[in-house]
Structures are given as C-alpha cells and as structure tokens.
C-alpha cells in the first residue's frame, strides 16, 4: 500500500505554503480528516495497521483515542482488531474519560490517533488511561509527522517527541516536510503568503 499516494489522492496531503500552528512555515500539509472521509478507505488504512499490531504479537484488549481528531482511525483499528473502542476529550483543558466510559484494572489499551507529531494529546490520554488503571500498552496512528520514532523506521526519534521509548508505536508511514521559521521561509521569500489551515495537524 503506498501511503503517500493515497493521501495524495484523498487531497489530505496538501501542497502550497502554509502557516502551521507552532507559527513556522511549510510547503505540505497533512489535513489528516481527508483521508478519512471514504470509509472503504478508512477501512483499508485500519486493517493494515491492524496487520502490523498483530504481527508484533502484541496483545490489545481496547483501543481509546483522543477526540477529535483520533476518533475515527481508533474507532476503524478497534474493528480490524475486533476490540473495545472508548475515547477520551477535553473538558475544561484537561483530557479526560466520560460518557460512562471505564477501564478495568490492567486492561491493555493502545492509543490511537489519526496523526502523531510530538504524540502530546496521546500521552494526555495514555495518562488518563493509566490513572484509571489501565496498562497502556503502546501507540498507533495512521499517519507519523517524524517526530516520534515508529516501529520498523529509520527514522530517529527527536527530543520533542512525548511518547516513552519503551512502548511500541505503529504508523502506517511517515511524513516528514520542510519546515522553516518565518523569516527563513523561502515561500515568503518569492512574495507568497502562507494561509492557515482549518485544522490541527502539523
Ligand atoms: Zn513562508
């Protein structure tokens, strides 16, 4: 399956010159909902991923997202893994569990989002997760920014990288972009002007 194509060809991977949330610039951007948007898709990218996590052996009882963005490539993976799915969200700023949702004591729940940069919101609810009891067992996503180090890549793991080196985290590729500070960015330099794009996802 090549990854890049098919994002490409669900227009979620976007190219131009783009203001990202961090207040650097880029040529690509990655609107990760796109891709999603086709649930035959959706399907397809989940039980590869699926395929990798069963592979490694490990063993996964649940699976919980952060909400928004984890939502659906979660809720996609728990049904190729054919386990619970639960989801954490923000409530006055703090990530947490809602809507009756438990965790037993030592479930083994992977995290799941759409798209890891720094993986920031999913160790907000791995800790959630864990402060319920749960055994977080490791990470997944359909999409890696490079930051974090995923299974079976060359690519090293960079210090603002928020997952522990000690659990596995599973990405389908890795998509890493020219990223430059505003007054070194060459786009602007050529008299273009970066626009914001309507989500996270840097
Ligand atoms: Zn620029």
């Known amino acids: 399956m090549d990854i890049q194509q098919l994002y490409k060809d669900a227009g979620a991977l976007l190219e131009g010159h783009f203001l990202l ?8 951007y990655l609107q990760s909902a796109k891709v999603l948007e086709d649930p035959k898709r959706a399907e397809a990218l989940a039980k590869e991923l699926a395929t990798q996590i069963r592979k490694s052996g490990l063993a996964v009882d649940t699976i919980c ?15 190729a893994l054919g386990v619970r799915f639960i989801f954490t969200e923000r409530k006055d ?31 907000e609810a791995a800790n959630e997760v864990e402060k319920r009891g749960g ?22 793991s960079q210090k603002e990288c928020k997952l522990p080196k000690d ?35 840097n």
Request: aromatic share 8%; hydrophobic share 35%.
């Open 21 to 28: 949330s961090s207040g650097k610039h880029s040529p690509n």
């Open 65 to 79: 997202s952060p909400a928004i963005g984890g939502l659906l490539a979660g809720y996609e993976l728990a049904r």
């Open 93 to 123: 700023g703090k990530m947490t569990l809602r809507r009756g949702f438990e965790v037993d004591p030592g479930e083994k729940v992977l995290i799941c989002e759409d798209i890891i940069t720094t993986g920031g919101s999913a160790m």
């Open 135 to 156: 055994e977080v067992v490791g990470f997944a996503a359909l999409a890696n920014r490079g930051v974090c180090k995923r299974k079976n890549s060359a690519i090293e």
């Open 167 to 201: 659990k596995p985290f599973f990405a389908l590729a890795d998509f890493t972009f020219p990223i430059y500070e505003p007054d070194e960015c060459p786009l602007c330099q050529s008299g273009s002007t970066p626009i914001k794009p309507g989500s996270r996802g």
